[in-house]
T-cell receptor, first 115, second 109 residues
C-alpha cells in the first residue's frame, strides 16, 4: 500500500508562533492531499484540499490565512499553522487522494499543543 | 452535503461478534470506508465498499446497501486489541471523504 510520512508526530509551541507540518508520499505521486483536524473525542474534519501547483481549497469556516498550505511537488504538501493559539491544539492528519480505488491512507498524524 | 450516523459507544465480550452500524445521507457517493483508530493514532484502513453486498477480510466484514444508505462493520472473534474507535466514512465528489463521529468499542474479558 501507499506510504505516507507525516512529520513531526508531536509538537508543543508557544502562543503566537507558527508551526509547519510536512506530509510526504513516499511511493507514489500525490497530486491532491487532504488535510484533516481531529479534536479530542470527535471525528476527523476536513480542513482543506491541497493541489500540486495550485492554490488549496478550504472548507467553510477554515481561515486560509491562518492555515497556510503549500503543495509544491508531487511528493510533499505542508500545512503551516500561523500565530497559533491554544484553541488550535488538535490532531492534524494528512491523507493523499488515493492513487487507485478502494483504499485510503493517512499520515501518522501530528499532535499540536499550543501553550 | 453528507450526514453520517453511527452509535457512539458499544461494549462486547472477548471472543464474541459485534456489528457496528452506519447510516448515511449524501449528495454524492463514491464508496464507503471503515477505519480503525486507536487513541492518539491516525486511522487505519479496514474496508471499502462501493457496490452492494458483503466484503469479507479475515475477522472483519463490511456490508453495504446503497438503496438504504446503510452499512455495517462486523467483527468476529473479538480480541482485546480490537478496543478502539471505528469510523465510517463516505467518499463523495472530488475524492473528499466525510467521517462519522466514530463508535468507541470496548472489548471486555
Amino acid at each position: 500500500g501507499a506510504v505516507v510520512s507525516q512529520h513531526p508526530s508531536w509538537v508543543i509551541c508557544k502562543s503566537g508562533t507558527s508551526v509547519k507540518i510536512e506530509c510526504r508520499s513516499l511511493d507514489f505521486q500525490a497530486t491532491t492531499m487532504f488535510w484533516y483536524r481531529q479534536f479530542p473525542k470527535q471525528s476527523l474534519m476536513l480542513m482543506a484540499t491541497s493541489n500540486e501547483g495550485s492554490k488549496a481549497t478550504y472548507e467553510q469556516g477554515v481561515e486560509k490565512d491562518k492555515f497556510l498550505i503549500n503543495h509544491a511537488s508531487l511528493t510533499l504538501s505542508t500545512l503551516t499553522v500561523t500565530s497559533a493559539h491554544p484553541e488550535d491544539s488538535s490532531f492534524y492528519i494528512c491523507s493523499p487522494r488515493d492513487p487507485g480505488q478502494g483504499e485510503a491512507f493517512f499520515g501518522q498524524g501530528t499532535r499540536l499543543t499550543v501553550v | 452535503g453528507q450526514n453520517i450516523d453511527q452509535p457512539t459507544e458499544m461494549t462486547a465480550t472477548e471472543g464474541a461478534i459485534v456489528q457496528i452500524n452506519c447510516t448515511y445521507q449524501t449528495s454524492g457517493f463514491n464508496g464507503l470506508f471503515w477505519y480503525q483508530q486507536h487513541a492518539g493514532e491516525a486511522p487505519t484502513f479496514l474496508s471499502y465498499n462501493v457496490l452492494d453486498g458483503l466484503e469479507e477480510k479475515g475477522r472483519f466484514s463490511s456490508f453495504l446497501s446503497r438503496s438504504k444508505g446503510y452499512s455495517y462493520l462486523l467483527l468476529k472473534e473479538l480480541q482485546m486489541k480490537d478496543s478502539a474507535s471505528y469510523l465510517c466514512a463516505v467518499r463523495g465528489n472530488a475524492g473528499k471523504s466525510t467521517f462519522g463521529d466514530g463508535t468507541t468499542l470496548t472489548v471486555k474479558p
